[in-house]
């Protein structure tokens, strides 16, 4: 489902032009992973490899950016340590200047090769936008220190400690132990070295007698100095002051040279290095004492377009702290040919009515607001603006029974999912429940028969007690031996065959993927199917089929990277939701092969669910499809990092953390399901008393923060008690 263009920032020729436009997506190679960015950071390196400054030849037509952070969207067959919607950072890793943005293509696009063993794991605790600086910024400095030697409780000078590297070296040293001397100038940067950054001394480096200060303050010279400064004077000053033994490590790019008095850099043994970025590894230490330290990155969070404008800026000095492009769902600028990826709704929809925008009244955008922090469903999405849009589009007011050829919306919408799923046909559902009842209906003919299904399955326990009912079948529940999902193993016991008239054969197995958000693996649908549709019957009968209700089943192929396509063709039917992930705001929609869909329709109008001006909804479920598949890994990255967090403080899961649920153990964790529900609403947040928590694509950074503040209060109270 990844889309084939993207938008880039190309470099044109050295240095001169940057050109925002549209380039092919890369495949990643066996070693690889494409990283969808969301963030990345802009330094002045990158600055120089756009002038061509480095002495290595850049490559032709370069994206450029070194420090990127976002998802992991595909990776190639050799990586077996990632995930589908994995947090990682892409840094400059520089053996022979392999730079990222400079040899080979960088972070200024949406989507970017890196090779797996470069990927920076983002832990939680950090939001994306922080983490893309410490990429470059945050490892330069750490790496440093880690390069100066100095011991716990050593002092170490911070050289241009006011700046951007500085500020962030004088935190490090400190998050480490060390005592920091801090050089800049001014009062205003004394006081922030000082007070904001925790500096144990200062030194304005711009005063008489520097070296002799230093030695004052420090009793004797500090035991390591790091100079990220720009200019070249620092560095001669260092070698003045340093404490004898002592090591000075070049960071800042100043022209120039460094001449030193030989015959005291002998006697006194003073070590002078120079310190580039680090390894993955390095990385990882780096972003976890930042957050640990809960020390503060000064960052400007700017749009993807607005590159060319912050080169200006940094060129004229008119740069104040370091810029962050937010890349994500492009540029808000350009074209809307990327459809669902970088249109911007509210230009669109003034040229295309010549009116404002004004589909999103305030009780929908408040509706918008609670979604943020509802985790009780996925179903709780409301329609966002194109899906809206959509609506007033399709009201046409077509007759989707009479009409001949059906509704055009409905159609469109229909089509899609075809594309979508490989089946033969696809017909739009009121709900998921009458789209699984239909399907089952649909496959049973003349009792007795059994269906074959998880114990816990929805078909079964949450619709009502329609299968004897409607279908006049009887149900085998298996419980799955692993806990977690059924496989052959459990399903191969309990298929009833036909010829004992005893007992009822199994004519329908029935999976669900996702159930409470953990995935069925394509791997183990297979071995069923292969099994189940080869299970020997009179002559005469078909096969048994294997129906899905793949309520979540756009959750479970994204989270496993694979299509649709090749996990339902061990399906005969399938069910998916669209209400749910999907953000429609309303209905299902069924699949199968166009015989099996003709006769479905019978059942559906049977069942109530013929409904006639269905076009405002498919419509709008199509809009919805557009807008939502793309943000699922995002969806999932949050919940794993807030799941990852709510395990590190005592939470316990009945289920794996797959997609988009959180299925508390309570028992286990030992708080109360009410309790639960009390201290998410005190949040402002609303969630069941069940235990699950369901994340979809309007929840906030913000509710999920929320969500980890009441958990944490509600673990402590419950225990304490
Ligand atoms: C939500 C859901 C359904 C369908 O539910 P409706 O509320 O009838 O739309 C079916 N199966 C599973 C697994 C579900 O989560």
């Known amino acids: 489902m990844l889309p084939s263009m993207q938008w880039a920032h190309v470099f044109k020729t050295r240095g001169q032009t940057i050109e925002l436009k549209q380039i092919p997506v890369g495949k990643p190679g066996p070693d690889e992973v494409l990283v969808q960015i969301e963030y990345s950071g802009v330094c002045h390196t990158d600055l120089h490899a756009c002038k061509g400054d480095f002495p290595a030849t850049p490559k032709e037509n370069l994206v450029g950016g070194h420090e990127g952070v976002g998802l992991v969207a595909a990776f190639g067959t050799q990586v077996h340590d990632l995930r589908i919607g994995d947090l990682v950072g892409i840094q400059p890793l520089c053996p022979k200047l392999q730079l990222s943005g400079y040899m080979v293509d960088g972070t200024f696009q949406q989507y970017c090769i890196c090779k797996a063993d470069n990927a920076v794991r983002i832990p939680p605790g950090i939001s994306l936008e922080a983490a893309a600086p410490v990429l470059c910024a945050g490892i330069t400095v750490y790496k440093a220190l880690k390069e100066s030697n100095v011991q716990p409780d050593q002092i170490i000078a911070i050289v241009g400690a006011g700046g951007g590297l500085g500020s962030l070296a004088c935190q490090y040293a400190k998050a480490c132990g060390h005592k920091v001397l801090a050089l800049s100038s001014g009062s205003a ?55 004898p033994g002592g090591t000075i ?32 590894y390095e990385t990882e ?13 000064q960052y400007n969070v700017v749009d993807f377009a607005e590159l060319q404008n912050i080169y200006d800026k940094m060129e004229n000095g008119g740069m104040k702290g370091r810029a962050v492009l937010k890349v994500g769902k492009a540029p808000t600028k350009g074209s809307s040919e990327l459809s669902g990826y970088c249109r911007d709704v509210h230009l669109n929809l003034k040229q295309e009515n010549g009116t404002p925008g004004n589909v999103v009244s305030r009780s929908l955008e408040q509706a918008i607001e609670r979604a943020a922090g509802d985790f009780r469903s996925d179903t709780v999405t409301v329609p966002t603006e194109p899906v809206m ?38 017909l739009f559902v009121l709900s998921g429940t009458q789209g699984n009842q239909i399907c089952l209906r649909t496959h049973l003919h003349q009792p007795p028969h059994t269906i074959l299904l998880d114990y816990r399955a929805h078909v079964q326990v949450w619709e009502t007690g329609a299968i004897p009912l409607l279908s006049q079948a009887t149900v085998t529940g298996v419980e799955p031996k692993n806990g977690i999902h059924l496989t052959l193993d459990d399903v191969k016991d309990r298929i009833v065959e036909e010829g004992n008239f005893h007992f009822p054969p199994t004519r329908v197995v029935s999976l669900e993927n996702t159930l409470g958000g953990a995935i069925l693996p394509l791997k183990h649908a297979r071995e069923i199917s292969n099994y189940v549709r080869n299970v020997r019957v009179p002559r005469g009968r078909s096969p048994i089929v294997m129906h899905l209700d793949g309520a979540r089943l756009l959750e479970a192929v994204t989270a496993e990277g694979i299509t649709a396509k090749e996990y339902l063709d061990c399906f005969d039917s399938a069910s998916i939701c669209l209400s749910k992930g999907c953000g429609a705001p309303m209905g299902s929609v069924i699949v199968g092969s166009r015989e099996f869909i003709d006769r479905a329709m019978w059942f559906r109008k049977m069942f109530g669910g013929a409904t006639r001006q269905t076009g405002m909804m498919a419509a709008a479920a199509l809009a919805a499809l557009d807008h939502s598949l793309p943000l699922l890994p995002r969806v999932h990255a949050l919940t794993r990092r807030v799941a990852d967090y709510l395990h590190r403080i005592g939470y316990e899961f009945l289920l794996p953390v797959d997609t988009n649920m959180i299925v508390i153990d309570l028992k286990k964790t030992g708080v109360r399901g009410e309790a639960l529900v009390s201290y998410c609403k005190r949040h402002g947040l609303l969630a069941f008393p069940s235990g699950r928590l369901a994340f979809h694509h309007q929840i906030s950074e913000d509710g999920a923060s929320r969500l980890q503040r009441a958990l944490l209060e509600l673990i402590l109270d419950e225990k304490r008690v």
Do not use: W
Not at 249 to 257: E, H, I, Q, R, S
Not at 285 to 297: K, N, T
Not at 395 to 423: C, H, M, W
């Open 189 to 243: 940067k004394r006081g922030m070295c000082l007070y904001d950054l925790g500096a144990d001394y200062f030194v304005d480096y711009k005063g008489s007698n520097v070296a002799e200060e230093v030695k004052r303050v420090t009793g004797g010279g500090p035991h390591a100095a790091m100079i990220v400064s720009s200019v070249e004077e620092p560095f001669h000053q260092a070698t003045q002051y340093i404490r």
């Open 249 to 280: 490590v070049a960071v800042g790019l100043p022209p120039g040279k460094l001449s030193t008095n030989i015959f005291s850099m002998v006697t006194q043994k003073i070590n002078i290095k120079g310190s580039y970025v680090g390894n993955r």
């Open 285 to 297: 230490e780096a972003l976890a004492i930042l957050i640990r330290a809960g020390f503060s990155v």
């Open 389 to 426: 849009q959509a609506i007033i589009n399709a009201s046409t007011f077509g007759d989707d029974i009479y009409d001949e050829g059906g509704d055009p919306a409905v159609n469109a919408f229909q089509e899609r999912i075809r594309e979508l799923t490989g089946k033969e046909a696809a």
